[in-house]
């Protein structure tokens, strides 16, 4: 008997196992959380940010329901990056003659289109539709607010768009501390209860900016979609940024438009298979 199969991809460096438990009717024995904890280790499994299971629609309109487990084994609402690459997946393997698609996940039905490439790009594009900016919430004050903290001296404006993030404006991203003011921030669980994803961004343009993302459950990470989302709608408030911006990330480039208020947020960015494998069956009881 075979273990569970996987199909390992990448959106702009964000790299994700892809389990389809619709072909296959398996799951670990050890739980989703604690079986993603173990896999996607970087020298003791297969390596990844995250895990994503694709299942039956839970909705009417959707060709399939995305779960996001990230590396460290908790489950998050949303991933824009992983809703990129499941959107190619189920495309691929659900919906041959189509290029638009439907996945549903834990904040709704999201829409996604599929781009060929072509002369201008070796690689699929994906473009999805995330959700409306949140600037209110239960857990989070003052979201969409410029806050100073001065115990760690910077300053930060929040907003959820499908998980909670924060955003940070400074002068050199590439020098700057990701890791120690990410972890600094993150455990201020007296403002975010739930933790949440830091951005360091520095504007280059009013339509360009660079960012590294410290995210929660993976660490620095080469490219975070609903972070990139999250930094475009910020600029966009603050009135530094234009409705369309272009986010460099560590892993590629990812295209964000935002028109505004009530709105949705569309990315566009790129995604490749890496390859297809079996997880041994005996590697989650030892």
Known sequence: ?????????????????????????????????????????????????????????TTSIGDAYMRVINSDGSQVDMCGNGLRCV?????????????????????????????????????????????????ESEYIEELGQVVLLPDIDVEYAAVIVGVPHCVIFVQDVDKYPVEEIGLQIQSRIDLFPHSINVNFVQVLSR????????????GETLACGTGACS????????????????????GGDLLIYWPGDGQPVHMTGPVQYVGDGCINKYYELY
């Open 87 to 135: 959107a190619l997946y189920i495309r691929d393997h659900y919906r041959p003659k189509h290029l638009d698609v439907q996945i549903d996940s834990a904040v709704g039905c999201l829409s996604a289109t599929v781009i060929p490439p072509n002369d201008q790009q070796r690689l699929f594009n994906v473009k999805v539709m995330m959700n409306i900016p949140l600037f």
């Open 231 to 250: 930094v475009a709608v910020v600029g966009q408030i603050l009135n530094r940024l234009d409705p369309l911006v272009t986010v460099h990330v560590s």
């Open 207 to 218: 339509n360009e900016v660079k960012l590294r993302t410290y995210e929660r459950g993976a």
């Open 1 to 57: 008997e075979k273990g569970i199969q996987y199909t390992k991809m990448h959106g702009a460096g964000n790299d994700f196992i892809i389990i389809d438990i619709i072909k296959q009717d398996k799951t670990p024995e050890i739980g989703w959380n604690e079986y993603a904890a173990r896999v996607c280790q970087q020298k003791f499994g297969v390596g990844a940010d995250g895990i994503l299971v694709v299942e039956s629609p």
